[in-house]
């Protein structure tokens, strides 16, 4: 069992699409769901397509395409049938651990979803573990809701999976990328502005992504050569996406005095003690130590060193002042 957090936009979801590619690769069989209202069944669903395309199936079972590593048809089954999910499961990997091979479950964005059924979820992986059975569970979420998990009844158990915690990548290595990616295209841009493309990404992935992304088709319009502007515009561009898409997505769904510790954080050019803080809503330590707990689980701000926070969002300070 895995767990993968960080904050919105990290990579999180990349990184569940590279399991599933290795799990592929190994002859693994796949079942990859968004941790929607429901999703529990379509796991169960899921299982119940695999059992019918890797056992005997039922008579009315129709394939109409096959892979080369044998888990990936394409399957017309009858209506849906109820089934039970953990039995289904049972028969599955035994069948899977008979061929020499097991099951892997990646479920994304777990913060979005009632932890009900991501605590079962665990729980019955668990059994199948203890029994032996060839299963892997992958979750990736912000960090609030691994909290959250590791407070529901199967805590013994989902504290013994692994953690990865998604961080920025250093501007240096964003640097080297850029400049050998320009290089292997035919683009021309010299070394400093090439380290200011880095530099504005913060070593944010999705920065990463979009920077480059935008600065391919500026170059693209100006005969593959970058200059100021054209490495100007290309960064507000990236910028406006990540705004977009992931700024405004992460401030959805806080509280009004969530959002004024955040105003009150981005009234400072750096990180923010707590005391400036306090001193800026005129409330206590403790209710500020609460706040702030709850934006660090949210995986809005970061801790930057004894007593102090800021923002782990890029672009996020800067949208708040405006």
């Known amino acids: 069992m895995t767990i993968i957090t960080g904050s919105s936009g990290i990579g999180k979801t990349v990184m569940l699409s590279e399991a599933e590619g290795i799990a592929r690769n190994h002859g693994w069989a796949v079942i990859s769901r968004t941790a929607t209202p429901g999703f529990l069944s379509g796991v169960g669903d899921d299982m119940l ?43 599955l990997l035994r069948l899977l651990d008979a061929k020499g091979t097991g099951l892997v479950i990646t479920i994304d964005e777990i913060h979005a979803v009632d932890r009900t059924e991501i605590a079962q979820l665990a729980a019955d992986a668990q059994h199948f573990i203890r029994d032996g059975l060839p299963i892997g569970l992958i979750f990736a979420g912000l960090p609030s809701a691994v909290s959250d998990l590791l407070n529901e009844g199967v805590a013994t158990f989902l504290r013994r999976a692994d953690r990865i915690n998604l961080h920025e990548a250093a501007i240096a290595e964003v640097t080297a990328s850029y400049g050998e990616l320009f290089s292997q295209g035919d683009i021309s841009i010299s070394p400093d502005l090439i380290n200011q493309a880095a530099e504005a990404t913060e070593g944010y992935p999705f920065l990463i992504q979009l920077v480059g992304y935008y600065l391919w088709l500026e170059a693209d319009k100006a005969g593959w050569t970058l200059g100021e502007t054209s490495v100007q515009r290309g960064i507000a561009a990236a910028q406006r996406r990540n705004t977009f898409v992931v700024v405004e997505s992460a401030l959805s769904d806080i509280s009004d005095r969530d959002r004024e510790f955040l105003d009150a954080m981005a009234a400072q050019d750096g990180p923010s003690a707590a005391g400036q803080i306090g001193a800026i809503l005129k409330a206590k330590p403790n209710v500020i130590s609460k706040y702030r707990n709850r934006l660090i689980a949210a995986g809005l701000i970061e801790s930057a060193g004894y007593g102090k926070v800021d923002f782990a969002i890029p672009g996020l300070r800067q949208y708040l002042r405006q």
């Open 49 to 91: 397509r695999l059992l019918d395309e890797l056992g005997d199936g039922p008579p009315s079972r129709k394939i109409t395409a096959f892979s080369a590593a044998g888990f990936g048809p394409t399957t017309q089954l009858p209506p849906e049938r109820s089934v039970d999910w953990r039995r289904a499961g049972n028969e």
